[in-house]
């Protein structure tokens, strides 16, 4: 079965460049999930994606953005990297994951993305 | 306030010992999910169980169980007869659907080490 796909898997970048990184969902999933998972720390939750409309937030910097496009690939764009940015990012996707009234639909993770920040 | 709490960091037993994972959670929901998610050493999550806030049976599945109990807000996680490729870090996780939609709040982890 197709699995979450992230790109790069690794990357390293100086402090003050920015990066990109890339997330596929599952076929016919509809809502994307960031989250960064710093050096022994649990991941934490940044932002989501429901339908090419942000859906949630968290605590996400404001130097980072995201979207989501049309075929729901999502992006999440870093700029002005500093070292506190080296982290695992994982992106997750689901079918439908915004309603509590409708029951939790499972979030499937993707393998991260390593930033090193250098 | 921390909402799920892993209070053991490190766990090292030996192969062939039973290990309880512990983790409490809190919320004010009374809809909400409860995970465990394994990360190895090659740094991927791999989902382990879902349970929701109206389920309180305890589940088995191979050496895994899980004890949920909604009177002490804990959900903790127990390997039988565990193996060396148990070795991961072991993450709780929340997801309080009626106050934070489907996001997911993990606990700190434990780090447990079996050693042969």
């Known amino acids: 079965a197709a699995g979450v796909i992230q790109s790069p898997r690794h990357l390293i970048k100086e402090k003050r460049e920015t990066a990109t990184l890339k997330c596929y969902p599952i076929?016919?999933?509809?809502?994307v999930y960031w989250y960064q998972q710093g050096p022994g720390q649990d991941p934490q939750f940044l932002i989501s994606f429901y339908e090419k409309m942000q859906s949630d937030k968290g605590s996400i910097p404001d130097r980072f953005s995201a979207q989501q496009f049309s075929d729901y690939h999502s992006e999440l764009n870093m700029s002005s990297l500093e070292l506190g940015d080296s982290a695992l990012y994982f992106c997750?996707?689901?079918?439908?994951?915004?309603?509590?009234?409708?029951?939790?639909?499972?979030?499937?993770f993707g393998p991260g993305t390593r930033l090193t920040v250098l | 306030a921390q909402k799920v709490t892993q209070a053991q960091t490190e766990i090292s037993v030996v192969e062939k010992e039973d290990v309880t994972l512990d983790c409490v959670y809190e919320?004010?929901?009374?809809?909400?999910?409860l995970f465990w998610y394994k990360q190895p050493p090659s740094g991927e999550l791999v989902f382990l169980i879902r349970?929701?806030?109206?389920?309180?049976q305890n589940e088995i599945s191979g050496r895994y169980s899980w004890n949920f109990q909604k009177s002490t807000s804990s959900f903790n996680f127990t390997i039988t007869a565990s193996q060396v490729v148990d070795s991961a870090v072991y993450f709780c996780?929340?997801?309080?659907?009626?106050?934070?939609?489907?996001?997911?709040?993990f606990g700190e982890g434990t780090q447990l080490t079996v050693n042969p």
């Open positions: 997750a996707s689901s079918l439908d994951g915004t309603s509590g009234s409708r029951g939790y639909n499972e979030q499937f």
């Open positions: 919320t004010r929901d009374t809809t909400y999910y």
């Open positions: 076929p016919r999933h509809d809502t």
């Open positions: 996780a929340l997801s309080e659907i009626e106050t934070s939609g489907s996001r997911l709040t």
């Open positions: 349970r929701n806030s109206f389920d309180e």
